[in-house]
């Protein structure tokens, strides 16, 4: 069986020797190539990776990470090839830090040890957008098929090996201290737990650790592997922390941090070992930034995303920006706000959180590192900063869910979501004064709150959203758009 290239919301993924081959790896760079030669002579990419199986440090023979250097290289492409594990938002911020054509990341995020992926990132850091991966798919599978052959270079290009691990950490720091006020704190004696996952963020918080003067953390499974230790890597599954949480008590740690492999997610526990969502994280840190006089824009979010957010934007006459799925939409809002010289964030309910002074692209580290900062100035709990933004601008339960169905009846119930209206809507699931969504999927809104459903790109299943003000509705709103799919 063959797989084609397929650039979803983030990059081509597929499991390892199927979907993700060695001549998947050397099509795509092929159209890397092509398509950053078509912007400039002598262009120049960065190259990062996480430790899946293939993803080789020191350019091992039979290597996805060698085969793309020697593949860009023979094209007359300039490489920057990171010497060792190194998580996407750091590859974001080196594409703009070192005006780099583009960046390449190595990695299926928080999928299963069998997968791995690439994610391209252009010249300003941020996730590619449509028109760039469309070109590139088509460009990659013409070149997977044989329809296209790639023809050398008569001057080939050059590669070396970088690390800016420090520099990055020291940037990102020095990044809020400019832009958010942040201040100069005394940290000797505040206790952090983050789970690595196995992925490539150890090094990273040991650098911010050591530019805060935090000594008293805990690392947890830091040793990059490809197997991640037998574990789940998606942090976001509750069920994968019971040993953060159980290091976090011991240590009495005030927050406890969890990434995904590439640590461009992120997962926050309070002091009680309680999740908190990135939604309630990011208007948390709006308030903070507001009391400290930051000149804010407002927040881009996706139509998957908490309430909450619009809520807290809009009482606090800020600009609140609805996209589809996919950080890669919040890249607009994010260099407004950076043309204007004021302050916007990009959120999403799955772990991805920035603000535009740092980078266009998900960040796992960056709302941990304000947060220590809002703990140690504030003296307050992050359980008691999370009850204050829900008292403010409202509690809610999200559910997320996912519906299988067989190949064949995909066309029919695509053709249901994009064709039903309000009145079949309210009549088939008994709901009044009904709003409808189509930014992405079908969102339908109701006053006492919302479902969303969203169809996979590669596989037979519809992605359930819902939110209420208790578990109870919500968990209504699921059953509901489980009726209407059925």
Same mark, same amino acid.
Not at 29 to 42: D, E, K, M, P
Not at 427 to 438: F, T, Y
Not at 442 to 453: A, E, I, P, Q, R
């Given at each position: ?15 390892? #020797? ?35 199986? #293939? ?66 990132n252009p010249s300003n850091g941020a996730p590619a957008p449509s028109q760039v991966t469309e070109i590139l798919q088509k460009k990659a599978n013409a ?55 196995? #992925? ?11 530019a805060l003067g935090i000594k008293r953390f805990e690392l947890i499974s830091e040793e990059p592997r490809a197997d991640f230790g037998g574990m789940d ?114 959120? !999403? ?29 504030? #003296? ?23 519906? $299988?169905?067989?190949? !064949?009846? $995909? ?76």
């Amino acid at each position: 069986m063959t797989y084609p290239v397929s650039f979803g919301t983030s990059g081509h993924r597929g499991v390892v #020797g199927e979907a993700f081959s060695l001549n998947h790896v050397r099509a795509i760079s092929l159209a890397i190539a092509s398509f950053v030669l078509s912007q400039r002579q002598n262009p120049k990419v960065v190259i990062g990776y996480d430790p899946r199986q #293939g993803n080789s440090p020191d350019l091992s023979e039979g290597s996805f990470t060698r085969l793309i250097v020697d593949t860009l290289t023979d094209q007359g492409v300039n490489v920057d090839f990171y010497d060792s594990f190194s998580p996407t938002p750091l590859i974001s911020w080196y594409v703009r830090r070192y005006a780099m054509d583009g960046g390449i990341i190595l990695t299926a995020s928080h999928n299963p040890p069998q997968y791995n992926g690439i994610k391209f990132n252009p010249s300003n850091g941020a996730p590619a957008p449509s028109q760039v991966t469309e070109i590139l798919q088509k460009k990659a599978n013409a070149y997977y098929t044989g329809a296209e052959q790639p023809v050398p270079a008569a001057v080939k290009g050059t590669y070396r090996f970088v690390n800016t691990d420090a520099e990055f950490a020291q940037d990102l720091i020095v990044g809020l201290r400019t832009h958010a006020a942040l201040p100069t704190l005394d940290f000797s004696n505040t206790s952090v737990v983050v789970d690595i996952k196995h #992925g490539a963020a150890g090094a990273i918080w040991r650098e911010l650790f050591a530019a805060l003067g935090i000594k008293r953390f805990e690392l947890i499974s830091e040793e990059p592997r490809a197997d991640f230790g037998g574990m789940d890597p998606n942090p976001t599954k509750q069920v994968t922390l019971s040993k953060l949480r159980e290091r976090q008590q011991a240590l009495k740690a005030p927050l406890a941090l969890a990434n995904d492999p590439d640590a461009d997610r992120h997962v926050i526990l309070d002091e009680a070992g309680a999740n908190v969502t990135p939604e309630q994280i990011a208007v948390i840190i709006l308030d903070y930034f507001i009391s400290k006089k930051v000149a804010m824009k407002g927040i881009s979010t996706t139509v998957a995303s908490s309430a909450i957010i619009k809520n807290a934007v809009l009482a606090n006459h800020l600009a609140f920006d609805e996209t589809a799925v996919g950080f890669k939409n919040f890249t607009p809002f994010l260099e407004e706000a950076e043309a204007q010289n004021v302050v916007a964030f990009g959120v !999403e309910s799955s772990g991805g959180f920035t603000a535009s002074f740092h980078v266009y692209e998900k960040c796992g580290f960056l709302p941990g590192i304000i947060l220590l900062h809002l703990l140690k100035e504030t #003296g307050l709990p992050l359980s008691q900063l999370k009850a204050k933004v829900e008292a403010k601008y409202g509690s809610f339960t999200f559910l997320e869910e996912e519906f $299988k169905f067989s190949d !064949e009846k $995909k066309a029919e119930l695509l053709q249901l979501i994009s064709t039903i209206d309000v009145n079949e809507i309210e009549s088939k699931l008994d709901l009044k004064s009904v709003s409808i969504n189509r930014l992405d999927g079908l969102k339908v809104v109701v006053s006492s709150g919302w479902f969303l459903v969203r169809f996979s790109g590669t596989e037979p299943l519809a992605r359930l959203y819902a939110e209420a003000q208790d578990f109870e509705t919500a968990k209504g709103f699921v059953e509901r758009a489980k009726r209407l799919l059925a």
